[in-house]
C-alpha cells in the first residue's frame, strides 16, 4: 500500500484508468493500447493511472504456458513495457503492480523497476491517490488496486448479468477507503462503471415537503458507499488469436470487452465516468 499526494492538478482534467495490457504476449492489443495512449497526448490535461500486470510474467514452469501465446521471456517483457509506455511517460500518475509481475517476487520488484525507467510513481499493489490543485487543496481521493478473485454471474438475462458484477465491484471496494470518491480495480479484465446512485429523498423546511438528492458530499472522513464512482479498468488482452491457445481460451473465460476508463474532473469534482472499447 503506498499513499500518494498528486499536487498541482488542474481544477479540469481526465483520468485514464487501465491496466493488464501482458506485455509478452501476442494476445496483446498493441494497437488499443495506442489508441489509449493517442487520446491521452491529445489534450494537454490528460493522465494515466495504470493497474498492474504490466507483463505476462509466465515462466516455462507455470501451469498458464502455453508454449504459443507467449512471444518473450519476462527480461525481454519488461524492455516492452518501458518501450511501450515511454512516449506517454510524463502522463502517467501512479503504476500499480499485478499478480503477473508478483509471481516474479524472486526475480526483484519487476512493476517497481518499470516505474523506475519511466519516471512515474510506483503504487504497490494498492494505493491511495489524493488529488491536489495549484492552491495545494484536496480534491478528492482515489482508491486504486489491481485487484483479485473473479467478477462473475451466472443470470440468464444479458442486463441482470452485468448489474449483478457492478454489484460485486462495489461490494468488494466500497469498504476498503471510506473517505475516496473514487474507486478502481482492474485484474478481473472487465470493462464496468458504476456512478453514484445520486438517490432521491424527501425532507421539509417547516411548512412544506421538498426533495433533494443525495451528493458526496464528505461527512467526517467518510463518503457513502452509494456516491462513489468505481470503476472495473479492462485489459488489453485479447482472448482469441489465430493459430495460438492462450490459457484465457484454454479455461473457458467469458470474452470481455477490451479498453479502459475515462473520468472527467471539472470544476475540481469528478462529473462524469465511462468506459471506452477498443
Known amino acids: 500500500m503506498n499513499i500518494i499526494k498528486v499536487a498541482g492538478m488542474p481544477d479540469n482534467f481526465d483520468l485514464a484508468l487501465a491496466g493488464d495490457p501482458h506485455s509478452g504476449s501476442c494476445l496483446t492489443s ?30 516455462c514452469d507455470d501451469k498458464r ?28 500518475l501512479v503504476l500499480l503492480e499485478g499478480n ?40 478528492f481521493k482515489h482508491y486504486a488496486t489491481h485487484g483479485h478473485g473473479q467478477l462473475v454471474s451466472n443470470a440468464k438475462d444479458p442486463e441482470q448479468r452485468v448489474a449483478n458484477m457492478k454489484a460485486a465491484l462495489k461490494f468488494r471496494l466500497k469498504d476498503m477507503a471510506g473517505d475516496c470518491a473514487l ?57 482469441f488469436a489465430m493459430g495460438v491457445s492462450g490459457y484465457s481460451e484454454v479455461r473457458g473465460y467469458k470474452p470481455t470487452e477490451l479498453g479502459y476508463v475515462r473520468v472527467a474532473i471539472r470544476d475540481r469534482a469528478i462529473v462524469d465516468m465511462s468506459k471506452e472499447v477498443v
Request: hydrophobic share 35%; with cysteine; charged share 25%.
Open 30 to 59: 498493441t494497437s488499443g493500447i495506442k489508441r489509449m495512449q493517442d487520446w491521452v497526448m491529445s489534450e494537454k490535461h490528460r493522465y494515466l493511472v495504470l493497474h498492474g500486470d504490466m507483463i505476462e510474467a509466465i515462466m
Open 65 to 92: 504456458l502455453d508454449g504459443t501465446s507467449i512471444t518473450h521471456r519476462p527480461s525481454e517483457q519488461m524492455k516492452m513495457a518501458v518501450k511501450l509506455w515511454r512516449p506517454v511517460c510524463e502522463r502517467i
Open 100 to 139: 503477473h509481475e508478483m509471481k516474479l517476487w524472486k526475480y526483484g520488484n519487476i512493476a517497481e523497476d518499470i516505474a523506475r525507467e519511466l519516471g512515474c510513481a510506483y503504487g504497490t499493489y494498492t494505493s491511495k491517490i489524493a488529488y491536489y490543485d495549484g492552491k495545494n487543496r484536496l480534491m
Open 183 to 239: 474507486m478502481s480495480m482492474g485484474h478481473t479484465h472487465q470493462l464496468l462503471v458504476v456512478p453514484p446512485s445520486r438517490r432521491l429523498f424527501l425532507y421539509d423546511d417547516g411548512t412544506k415537503i421538498k426533495q433533494k438528492y443525495m451528493s458526496s458530499t464528505m461527512v467526517g472522513s467518510y463518503i457513502h458507499e452509494d456516491e462513489r464512482w468505481y470503476a472495473n479498468t479492462g485489459s488489453f488482452y485479447r482472448q
